[in-house]
């Protein structure tokens, strides 16, 4: 049986130049030469948020639509604090629905209270402390901090809406 010489034909302006191809392998190596000497040399990290005294906290319990997006949030007692329609709450919905999918990778419960603390610096941060989980709210905009900051207004003013 005879082999089949076969030839694959492609039109220059197609193809993805040589040199190219070159400088990407060459962008990847030294991408990963830069990791490699940073993690064996210990380098500190410098890109991480400020530290700085924790202003406000509280102990909250979420409860959410997963469909609708309205939320309900409690104090860890159990009493209502705030009862969120799909606009006010999607937000905190979106945060509940990351912090279920967490829970259910550590293998823990899921009504137990997160940690939401105000720093003195006006960084806002949310914690879990079932699964270590943990988000700086500043990554997700002013709108977005802002709900979770009248959640925390309203925990130190004790008041239900």
Do not use: C
């Amino acid at each position: 049986m005879a082999e089949a010489n076969i030839k694959v034909y492609a039109d220059e302006d197609r193809m993805i130049p040589r040199v190219l191809i070159r400088a990407m392998l060459g962008l990847v190596l030294a991408t990963l030469a830069i990791a490699t000497f940073a993690r064996v040399t210990d380098r500190p990290l410098v890109s991480t948020p400020p530290v700085s005294p924790v202003k406000a906290e509280a102990l909250l319990i979420l409860d959410a639509d997963a469909s609708s997006g309205a939320a309900k949030v409690f104090l860890a007692d159990g009493s209502l604090l705030a009862d969120l329609d799909a606009q006010s709450g999607g937000f905190i919905a979106g945060v509940n629905r990351v912090i279920h999918r967490e829970r259910s990778k550590h293998r823990v419960a899921q009504g137990a209270p997160i940690l939401l603390q105000a720093y003195e610096n006006g960084r806002m941060a949310i914690t879990d402390p079932e699964t270590g989980w943990s988000a700086d709210l500043m990554g997700f905009g002013e709108t977005n901090a802002a709900a979770f900051a009248r959640l925390l207004a309203m925990t130190q003013e004790g008041g239900n809406t």
